[in-house]
């Protein structure tokens, strides 16, 4: 398993935000975390990423157990946080150790994977919010990890950006068959993106509920498949409740 | 298709932007000298027909020819060096002195609770009030006088190097953070230059506390500077002296704040500010 959650909580000085995680990812899944805003799904991620290490229960990155930031595993946030100081390029190759022609080469060559082979030289300021977060999709994947982990990635960018970023994660997907664990209040992107979506609901979170989606990529947007499976996870959510 | 539509318009418009700012540049320079020329001039027309008193206002062309004839016989060099050193160490010395502090108390949060009260009480101490303690201590040579001027500099640039760093974006030090990085790495790849604009801007404001300290120390005890010359002019009644000394002082203050605003631009130039320099 590339990814393993057992019983994992967290509480904040008493107050528990999320408990009873159980969950496993395979290598190459994509696994998306659904719910609510203030169901602890963002916790989790920041629990699983090692940025917040004082969670109860065990999580393991490819065996290992998470005790801090690990080096297979990449994070990309809900705003880009690139830089302002740095060039595209120096933001990219800003997570990489190793000589500078090396570092300039393999960022180059992930920024044309992204579409912004000829934005190197820009300042963040200089950049769309949909640039930006490419650029932040960039930075993630230069170092090549092995999960990677997206809190809402592209909830700040409009409808069509989003479908087109959305599509660019998949060709990457595609091409290194990184296991992705997707943070998401937006039901269509789960659908879309994931094999599998685990919803998470109430306060403190719990996982209520799994859903596979057996379709195979590229899923058409619109398709009646995805569509009953919407209805389910809108059941399952029980927005009525809470 | 993406990347060719968003980046051509970018660069086009960047050219644009500097031509007109360099024409807009030149614009404020004539606009913003009109009054100050006119007032030159009516000064001097005024002062010529005998409506102000040369012993008390003396034409613009007294002052100047008191500066030129300072300058042919090289006192004014003297006067001017001996000043500017003054700033320039007292300047270096508290500047030095505010950024090691300020650093701890920033980086620390016990170093805070342990200096932060008692700097921030030596703060409420009108500063021109320790000139007598330090010229007893001291003496009226120059380690008084530079002391005076360090004193002046250091608050403005610890506050902005303590504020600067306990203000860096938490979302930034977490992606160094999730690069592994440690402490030494995070501080000088990512704190370090998240808090640049605000230590440059207290640096900025600690030189202009500097000038006006240099005025207070000399004017307390000096035999050169330009604050001397002030004393000098006054005892010797010639206001085209005080007046001569007081415009130096503005063109060198406003000189050595515009290398440091060059620095800062420089050294700024990636920051998305809505009023371009």
Sequence with gaps: MALELKNVGRTFDGQTAVRNVNLSAGEGEIIGLLGTSGCGKSTLLRAISGLDGNYDGEIRLNGKLVDGVQESAGFIFQEPRLFPWLTVLENVTFGLTGKAGEKEKKGREILRKVGLGDSENLYPKELSGGMAQRVAIARALVTSPEVLLLDEPFSALDAFTKMQLQDLLLDIWKEAGTTMVLVTHDIDEALYLCDRIVILRGRPGEVVHEISVGEPRPRPRGSTRLAELKTDILESLDLSRS | ?277
């Design chain 2, 1 to 277: 298709m993406v990347k060719q539509a968003i980046s051509i318009p970018g660069t086009s418009r960047q050219t644009k932007d500097k031509a007109n700012a360099k024409k807009g540049g030149a614009q404020k320079v004539l606009l913003g000298g009109i009054l100050p020329l006119a007032l030159v001039i009516v000064w001097e027309a005024l002062s010529r027909a005998g409506v102000f008193p040369a012993y008390q206002l003396p034409a613009p062309s007294v002052i100047l020819s008191t500066i030129t004839g300072m300058a042919q016989d090289g006192s004014l060099w003297s006067h001017v060096g001996i000043t500017v050193y003054r700033v320039f160490a007292g300047f270096l010395i508290g500047a030095l002195v505010a950024v090691v502090l300020g650093s701890v108390v920033g980086f620390y949060k016990k170093a805070e609770h342990v200096l932060d009260p008692t700097i921030q009480a030596f703060r409420s101490i009108p500063s021109l009030a320790w000139v007598p303690l330090f010229i007893l201590w001291m003496g009226i040579g120059e380690p008084s006088k530079v002391t005076m001027i360090a004193v002046g500099v250091f608050f403005p640039v610890y506050l902005n190097t303590v504020s600067g760093i306990a203000g860096v974006d938490r979302k930034l030090i977490e992606v160094g953070r999730m690069y592994g990085l440690n402490a030494y790495q995070l501080v000088t790849r990512v704190i370090l230059p998240a808090a640049l604009p605000s230590f440059l801007t207290g640096l900025r404001s600690g030189l202009g506390l500097g000038w006006m300290f240099v005025v207070a120390a000399e004017l307390m005890g000096a035999s050169q500077g330009l604050g001397y010359l002030l004393v000098v002019g006054q005892n010797t009644l010639s206001p085209e002296t005080i007046i001569a000394s007081i415009i130096l002082f503005a063109v060198i203050g406003k000189l050595s704040d515009w290398i440091l605003k060059i620095i800062e631009e420089r050294a700024l130039h990636y920051q998305d500010r809505a009023v371009k320099p």
